[in-house]
């Protein structure tokens, strides 16, 4: 990568280069077709950069992918607040622009980062420049570096030699790896943000009661869908997302919620996608609505923008999709989030009512057993078996497994006994048996499994089969499944189903299956995790109205994993499952 050291040194910038922001570089320095090649940026240059007084922080600040010495810090410093219609780079100096958007321009911003332990910036830790264009849609991402385990920061952008300024932000650092932590540390989990069908009221809590040291998204951060004509609020661009402006539009739209943007300004993010940052229900060669050539420019599109916009890292330059990655949390956690749709799944089930009308559900039920089939892609599978055993090995208290769809065998039990969601992990149940087999040939204790994509809440003992399981006491159990509902996504039920009609579901789902220890479909919400090393503590909340702004929530399950139980603990009254809304099997329901 060349640094830009003629033109735009000009105005005294000798430290900033086009490098130095991440936006470039991300999804992969090896595909120019996603990363922006910076020759490409150099030659569209005059060589003047933005004043100060002509560029504005047009979609606040945010932090994300901490580490033990750095982290990873994003903005958007844009002449406009539109964003920018280009489409994929093609060969060549100048991209393809559409008609609508921002134009593209032969001038760039410069901005500088400061990242201190004092709000007032007095103890700066780190510092650095960067220009940003239009090629990366006005964004930055820069790593702040040299800084100490488990701290809180605080940073703040500005326009080159200016006092021009962002909001200030709050992160916060990851103990180092063989730390004890001196603390329990808290994780506020979220899925499933249809900005459409309901305020983000679930960041909004967090944000309110600042009880997350972390915050884990397990995807469909973003919809693609067109907004429909009862939808509460509508985002841009008013069409389902195709192109790279779209994706940029639909994120961008969504960045400008007041409750996401206040989270992403006070607490650093680990997020993942799921199927709705491109498209729904997407495997490695289509979607339910799209497929082929379309599918190939439609996915390169929207992991683009997912890279500009996202405050996380590029942990493999060579792989253009690879988003899995893990992190060491002292010597208390390892959490490991799995990219379970985009990266290389086998087909999942396409068309109306999950394949059912005109689609291949019959198909995908003859392939689910199937031994060569994944739902993540041979490499993420070699590196995730790598990965628990390793974490094992260092004696870590717990492993934590960031996942997007329902991991434990789920039916519905009327008609059949035979699981109703092939999208979810019962339509890959080889490689389903693989985790479980990594986990019992090599004595793996402590796992906790996160999941989202469902709109409903899920917990329960992880149990290879239903033989040698006592679904009273959790014996036979090899880890605990925690789902989360929805941020504000629609009920699987669809709409408002009221809970005299929810509930009785509820209750049908846990008797029919055996690991099944709570399930609730009536809310959206969230959980937060209290990780310490006797155990973890998993609160469930709900919103009780999408309809209107607000911090209110409601507790509506608590659950507590001892160390070494690798099950949900049972006895309510030394701390076991507690439920208030739902349907609950062991345990205290109120």
């Not at 989990?189 to 397990?218: M, W």
């Not at 916009?309 to 060491?328: E, G, H, N, T």
């Not at 009327?414 to 479980?436: C, I, K, S």
């Amino acid at each position: 990568m060349l640094r830009l050291t003629t033109a735009l040194s000009l105005a005294g910038i000798v430290s900033a280069s086009f490098e130095n922001n991440l936006s470039y570089l991300s999804p992969s320095r090896r595909h120019a077709s996603l990363a922006v090649p910076i020759s490409h940026v150099q030659k569209r240059q005059t060589g003047s950069l933005y004043t100060a007084a002509e560029v504005n922080f047009t979609h606040g600040i945010a932090s994300g992918d901490p580490y033990a010495n750095s982290v990873i810090l994003w903005t958007r410093l844009s002449p406009t607040a539109e964003n920018v219609a280009s489409d994929i780079v093609p060969e060549g100096v100048v991209p393809i622009y559409g008609d609508e958007g921002a134009p593209p321009s032969s001038r760039a911003a410069c901005v500088e980062y400061r990242i201190g332990t004092d709000e007032a910036l007095t103890q700066v830790l780190d510092s650095g420049r960067a220009y940003t264009s239009s090629e990366v849609d006005w964004t930055v991402k820069f790593e702040a570096t040299n800084l100490q385990p488990f701290t809180t920061y605080y940073y703040r952008f500005n326009v080159c030699s200016s006092s021009k300024s962002s909001a200030l932000g709050r992160t916060k650092t990851l103990p180092s790896k063989t730390q004890t932590v001196p603390r329990n540390i808290k994780l506020a989990v979220y899925s499933c943000s249809n900005y459409p069908e309901g305020y983000f009221n679930a960041y909004a809590a967090v944000n309110a009661k600042d009880s997350a040291d972390y915050i884990l998204h397990l995807g469909d951060y973003i919809y693609e869908y067109k907004a429909g004509l009862t939808d509460l609020r509508k985002p841009l661009p008013d069409r389902e997302t195709y192109t790279l402006y779209d994706y940029r539009k639909r994120t961008a739209s969504y960045r400008l919620d007041q409750d996401l943007a206040f989270s992403h300004q006070h607490f650093p993010w680990i997020p993942v996608w799921d199927d709705h940052e491109v498209a729904d229900n997407t495997y490695n060669n289509g979607s339910k609505n799209s497929d082929g050539e379309e599918f190939r420019l439609r996915k390169q599109a929207a992991v683009r923008s997912y890279f500009e916009w996202m405050p996380l890292r590029q942990v493999a330059m060579d792989d253009s999709l690879r988003i899995w990655r893990d992190f060491s949390i002292g010597n208390l956690f390892d959490l490991i989030m799995l990219d379970t749709r985009q990266y290389n799944r086998d087909v999942t089930v396409l068309g109306p009512l999950g394949g059912i009308i005109g689609g291949n559900k019959k198909e995908v039920e003859e392939q689910a057993d199937w031994v060569n089939r994944t739902i993540m892609g041979f490499s993420q599978e070699a590196w995730f078996y790598d990965k628990l055993k390793e974490s094992s090995d260092r004696q870590a208290r717990w492993r934590l497994v960031g996942n997007q769809v329902i991991f434990s065998r789920v039916t519905i039990g009327v008609f059949n006994d035979e699981p109703f969601n092939r999208d979810q992990w019962d339509g890959y149940l080889a490689n389903r048996d693989r985790v479980y087999k990594t986990l019992v040939d090599n004595k793996i204790n402590n796992t906790v499994m996160l999941s989202g994509d469902s709109h409903a809440a899920w917990v329960s003992d992880m149990a290879w089969s239903s033989e040698g399981y006592n679904e009273k006491t959790g014996a036979g159990a090899v880890g605990v499944e925690l789902a989360g509902s929805a941020v504000s996504s629609t009920s699987p039920l669809t709409g408002i189903v009221p809970r005299f009609i929810t509930d009785p579901i509820s209750k049908l789902l846990i008797k029919n299956n055996p690991t099944l220890q709570w399930q609730d479909l009536y809310y959206r919400g969230y959980f937060e995790m209290d990780i310490g090393y006797d155990a973890i503590e998993a609160q469930f909340f709900g919103i009780p109205d999408l309809r209107k702004r607000s911090t209110e929530e409601i507790k509506i399950a608590k659950f507590l994993i001892r160390d070494g139980e690798n099950k949900l603990a049972r006895n309510p009254t030394v701390g076991g499952g507690v439920a208030y809304a739902g349907a609950l099997k062991n345990g205290k329901a109120e």
